[in-house]
């Protein structure tokens, strides 16, 4: 109770927690001072206004001096109160100074004591607002962080009025904190900080964070923590929630069979299923990435061994959800887990049986009975029923891009595709397919796409010289084979775009005889041709400005068509 002293105490008290003493006008009682309206009341208020810029200016002192955090925030509590009670018109307006003057000051001055005895500003603290959150203190100051003293609690208010502004403790925090030690991403138990490395005050940790969450879930705080290392993982490590997967011990117990270095979840206290939450959820687009990753990484024969019967059953369990996600779905197919007779394979390059048996070898059909067997699952993934015309379009072409076949394959598989031709005749997918496929043998042992090969002819061999690819007929099957063949894209002419380049050839020289005279062959075969409407290809137009003609009684050079007239023209220039 701070008396007003006119070098001795006056009876009038100040509300303030210390004395004030000034060369105060009295009242003639020396009981109390004037606080009237004049000179002597102006003079007066002056001195309690002087009084409150000493406080302030002292403020950095006063920790010091009072050596008691407590006592120190009582004061500023009891400065704060007088200041309420000026505006409510309960005192004169000069007491009202000492607040006004301290507001200010104290966000920035070292006056908030911590619970490692620090003196901190505002700024560098943060202040539990729970009592059952002190227990977490000590890990909290492990990790970094200045917490202010909890025995300072009564002041809550005061600490989170807008002009002092102490930070309540939040997630925030304690994430940047984590992330600051090094927490944010997988750690060994032994490379943990020395506050962290009992099982005990990783609860501890925990069960805080739990606690924070059920009070604040900032975007931006959430987004921080799930990047920090506080979950224990099944390899022993402590992992960030966004890394280790949450799962039932059966799909564990599966798929780290598959991939041990996949990260799960390891058992927590009850209280943490908030934080289990937060841990992404081992989902089939999950698996899905997983096992390629696994499958894809692996070397050649050294794929580690699973049951792929249990992963797809536990896939197909999942239907719902891959059939909402077409790119899980799609990715599902695409991995080398589906049994067939020679081993494992994609999906996507398998068919399930049906009324075709492939009598070369080439289609891999799934082998249902192993599956016991999930057809209708394996339709959902995208698998088709094998039928001849999805065999020629899709397993023929196939085996051809891998060009593992053996010679007798690729004869077989003409003939098959010969016998059968009246299957796929109409089907335009299954011609584009197998014509960009070089399934053709041609007579220099070559196998060549059709587009690249013609049908031994005379007209042929002269037009385009002895350098061209001709297709051999099988014995026995040459009058189908044909059919099969022409129907891909075998040419029995010469095409227009092999003219030209076979022009090109022959004019690279200065013409000679010779050189005239298969230009000739090349001229007569084009105009019979032409005859028969076969004109307006750009191909044979780029004829129509390259230098390819001779001229009468002239070997010194080629010319373009423009520059030269035709023979039943001559007599125009007999009297030239």
């Known amino acids: 109770k701070g008396l007003l002293c006119a070098c001795l105490p006056t009876q009038q008290e100040s509300g303030l927690p210390f004395h004030i003493n000034a060369d105060f006008f009295p009242h003639s009682d020396r009981k109390r001072v004037i606080l009237e309206k004049d000179y002597q009341s102006e003079w007066n208020r002056a001195a ?7 406080l302030c200016d002292n403020l950095h002192r006063l920790p010091k001096t009072l050596d008691d955090h407590q006592h120190l925030w009582r004061l500023f509590g009891t400065v704060q109160r007088v200041g309420e009670d000026v505006v409510a018109g309960h005192k004169d307006e000069s007491f009202g100074e000492f ?4 507001r200010p000051k104290l966000r920035e001055s070292k006056v908030f004591f911590t619970t490692r005895k620090e003196w901190k500003t505002a700024s560098e603290v943060v202040f539990p607002s729970e009592r059952e959150e002190d227990p977490a203190v000590p890990v909290l100051e492990g990790l970094g962080l200045s917490i202010l003293n909890t025995d300072l609690r009564p002041h809550f208010n005061l600490f989170r009025s807008k002009e002092v502004g102490v930070p309540i403790l939040d997630i925030g925090h304690i994430a940047d904190a984590l992330a600051a030690s090094g927490l944010d991403e997988r750690v060994e138990l032994g490379e943990l900080p020395a506050v962290l490395q009992s099982e005990r005050a990783r609860r501890i940790l925990r069960r805080e964070l739990v606690t924070l969450l059920a009070r604040h879930r900032r975007p931006e705080a959430l987004r921080k923590l799930v990047r920090c290392a506080v979950m224990p993982g099944r390899d022993g490590a402590i992992w960030p929630c966004d890394q280790v997967y949450r799962a039932d011990k059966e799909t564990v117990a599966l798929f780290t069979s598959v991939d041990a270095a996949i990260p799960f979840l390891a058992g927590v206290e009850e209280d943490a299923a908030e934080l289990v939450r937060l841990c992404p959820d081992f989902t089939a687009a999950v698996a ?8 894809l990484g692996a070397d050649a024969g050294s794929a580690p061994p699973f049951d792929p019967v249990a992963v797809l059953g536990w896939f197909e369990d999942r239907r719902d959800d891959l059939r909402r996600d077409p790119a899980a779905q799609n990715g599902l197919a695409a991995l080398a887990i589906f049994p067939c007779i020679e081993g494992l394979k994609p999906l996507t390059s398998l068919s399930l049986p049906g009324d075709f048996i492939d009598p070369i070898g080439l289609a891999g059909v799934v082998d249902l009975a192993r599956l016991n067997g999930r057809r209708e699952f394996l339709m959902d993934l995208g698998a088709k029923t094998l039928t001849f015309r999805r065999y020629a379009r899709d397993h023929v072409s196939r085996a051809c891009r891998q060009h593992d076949m053996t010679v007798a394959q690729k004869r077989s598989i003409v003939r098959l595709l010969a016998e059968r031709l009246g299957e796929i005749r109409d089907d335009d997918e299954i011609r584009h397919s197998l014509a960009e496929q070089p399934i053709v043998e041609c007579t220099d042992g070559q196998f060549r796409c059709p587009s690249d090969v013609y049908f031994d002819g005379d007209v042929v061999r002269v037009v385009l010289g002895g350098e061209v690819a001709l297709a051999v007929l099988p014995i026995g099957h040459e009058r189908a084979s044909q059919d099969l063949l022409h129907w891909l894209g075998v040419e029995e002419s010469p095409r227009f775009d092999a003219v030209t380049r076979r022009v090109r050839e022959l004019t690279a020289l200065p013409p000679t005889d010779e050189l005239v005279e298969a230009i000739g062959v090349i001229f007569r075969h084009l105009g019979k041709r032409l005859s028969e409407g076969e004109d307006g ?15 009468r009684n002239d070997r010194t050079r080629w010319h373009r068509p423009g520059e030269l007239y035709a023979t039943f023209q001559d007599y125009l220039f007999e009297s030239q």
């Open 537 to 551: 290809n750009p191909d044979l137009m780029q004829l129509s400005a390259l230098a390819w003609l001779p001229a």
């Open 48 to 54: 309690i206004r002087a009084a409150a810029g000493v």
């Open 288 to 295: 899905v990435a997983r096992l390629a990753t696994t499958l």
């Open 99 to 102: 607040w006004t003057r301290l």
